[in-house]
């Protein structure tokens, strides 16, 4: 069973992610986690922090000479801007991050809730899922997470092979899949910036190559359209996950949201083991189990709450209204979302894949996995 946790504070120290069940065998390079974590740290619209930052991870456990031991494995990235104890309180909540709430149930400062509950955070939870892509790879397994809608603005992909695609995300300055249109992006994120405002949009996500049978219909809490709905929700400032068709398909007919089923052998895969479908509407998952297809999952991002013209709130002092207290942020951090949620869906792809073909060892897992597709391949 594979599983994390996450610690730290945004002007702490470091964050740690500590890995448990991850197999033993496997050889890690960090310079790749390191390559996904600049990449969190960029795309147009982000504030000052990043400048102060440059995101690295040290292993600290569970690793020698870079194969993994099959032990916990303790990933840190430091913070440049420590200063937790020089760090005011924050006198008005923002409406939208948890100050109020945080502080009114843990009877603490808001500035205690706030330093956790920062999206800084998600520099680890990409770590551990750069890890996990990197298990992914080792299985023909491939994440790619892209922008494809900023605030109301629709930035249509260009079509291509997942490594094309992954060329276009890195070229534009969005991380869409047109760097073409990055001009009237960059160009609406200029005037929210301008009038103090902030953005949100859209995140897609894929994953190519995945195996029929990952997830179960057996138990609710191992479906894997469940767990990935966790993990994508989990992430901070998002507010909606669909998979596949997802909305759109509740006001369609059964006829028009079904991916028909054949057999043809000239196109069998790995993934796929021959039954191709003319549509992928499901999603690649179906009874919660992958079924072959790619999986298509998407991610609504409001916008950050922490907005130069500030919104209405109160003075916890006085409790008279006030506008809400300012605090250096972004005025987007939608093209970060794209890497973070392509780290949170490969961990739980790479957690599934553990539970399905036992996770001691990278060697056990690689037998287990073809002695899986023969016999599925007879059936
Ligand atoms: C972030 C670091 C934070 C914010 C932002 C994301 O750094 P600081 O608070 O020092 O400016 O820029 O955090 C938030 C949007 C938030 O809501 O807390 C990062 O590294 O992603």
Redesign the pocket.
């Known amino acids: 069973m594979l599983r994390y946790w996450t610690a730290g504070e ?2 702490g120290k470091c964050l740690l992610a500590l890995i448990d069940g991850f197999p033993a065998g496997f050889e890690i390079n960090t310079d790749k986690i390191d390559e996904l974590l600049v990449m ?2 960029g795309g147009y619209g ?5 400048t ?2 440059q ?1 690295h991870v040290d292993v600290l456990t569970g690793v020698w000479n870079n194969i993994t031991l099959g032990a916990p494995i303790t990933l840190k990235v430091p913070n440049n ?1 420590y200063k937790l104890e020089r760090l005011k309180e924050l006198p008005r909540p923002r409406p939208g ?1 948890g100050d109020l709430s945080g502080s009114l149930k843990y009877l603490s400062s808001m500035r205690g809730i ?1 330093e956790r ?4 955070e ?2 680890v939870r990409v770590a551990a899922g750069a890890l996990c892509q990197q298990l992914l790879e080792s299985f023909g397994i491939q994440t790619l997470g892209y922008v494809v809608q900023l605030g109301g603005l629709k930035i249509p992909g260009k079509e291509g092979t997942l490594v094309q695609r992954k060329a276009w995300r890195n070229e534009s300055e969005i991380y869409s899949l047109n760097p073409d249109l990055d001009g009237e992006a960059k160009t609406l994120i200029d005037e929210t910036k301008k009038a103090g405002d902030t953005l949100g949009g859209v995140i897609e996500v894929v994953v190519e190559g995945l195996p029929f049978g990952l997830g179960t219909h057996a138990q609710w809490d191992r479906k894997l359209d469940g767990k990935l709905a966790q993990a994508v929700m989990a992430v ?2 998002i507010k909606g996950v669909e998979i596949g068709m997802g909305f759109e398909a509740a006001g369609l007919p059964g006829s028009q949201v079904h991916d028909g089923i054949q057999y043809e052998s000239s196109e069998k895969s790995t993934a796929n083991l021959g039954y191709v479908r003319p549509t992928n509407n499901a999603g690649g998952l179906e009874a919660g189990m992958t079924n072959g297809q790619p999986l298509v999952i998407r991610a609504a991002k409001k916008p ?3 907005l130069q013209t500030p919104l209405e709130s109160i003075d916890m002092e006085t409790k008279q209204p006030s506008k809400a207290s300012y ?4 005025v987007c ?1 939608l093209s ?1 979302a794209s890497i973070i949620i392509e780290g949170v869906v490969a961990f739980e792809i790479a957690a599934a894949l553990i539970d399905k073909f036992g996770g001691d060892s990278i060697e056990e897992m690689k037998a287990r996995w073809d002695l899986f597709h023969e016999m599925a391949g007879e059936k």
Request: glycine share 4%; aromatic share 0%.
């Open positions: 945004s002007h969190r740290q982000r504030g000052k922090r990043q102060l930052e995101d801007d991050h706030l509950a920062s999206a800084r998600t520099c901070q400032a950050i709450s922490t605090e250096r942020s972004d951090a970060a």
